[in-house]
């Protein structure tokens, strides 16, 4: 579905990210993705941070010029919206460890909380740049979740990054299922971690995505396309494929290092 909407509210999240609220009826399941634009403008992907009722909602880092665009919206601004697209979360696991860098915590967060009133119990690996930009902590506790947090300059929780306290859990506790989202590197530890311990992990992969219908090659990742075989992918998928975690592709489609 593909239509123009109005944003109805906005909250600004940290100095950098905030979430845009819009009417937007489909039915859509935590972890799939919407292409977003304002109009005149490019459409970038955008994970769902809000999946339930009629009302909508993304979390949006400011990253380039689109995404600073979209951020500049306020309630009342018109913002096209096309999907939902992609394959989400498998919701049966009872026990959860989800490790969030960053933005990531914005795929992972609906996701939990449809789980969560299934009964499903949530352990929260949170890390960020800085306190400032720690996202959705308050809304993880809220749900029940046992919070670790880690920044990378210290200024809240652990110094260093999230894998730390990711290694720590899983000598700690045990887990159906590890859920992941952020910097590739991030997701390739995560996946390497939870697999030395026989614990399955989930990736939700970001990546760029131009038609989101698999037509277009600009999300490919090895023989997979993003916007159809994920975002949302079993590690074990990803393990054997040389260009996760270590290439991406630019907006042309080229695969660059990094």
Partial sequence: MREVVQVVARVQETPT?????????????????????VPGDDELPMSL??????????????????SRRILSLHPGDPVGVRGPYGRGFDLSARHVLLVAGGSGAASLAPAAELAARTGARFTVALGATSVAELLFADRFRTMGAEVVVSTDDGSAGERGFVTGPTARLLDDQRFDAVWTCGPEVMMVKVGELAK?????AFCSVERHMKCALGLCDACALGPYHVCLDGPVFDAERLFGETEFGRFHRDSSGRRVPG
């Fill in 17 to 37: 990210i905030a979430t845009l609220r819009f009417p937007f009826a489909p039915v859509s399941v935590p972890g799939q993705f919407v292409m977003l634009w």
């Fill in 49 to 66: 941070s809000y999946t339930e009722g009629p009302s909508k909602g993304v979390t949006v880092k400011a990253v380039g010029d689109t």
């Fill in 196 to 200: 030395a311990r026989g614990v399955r």
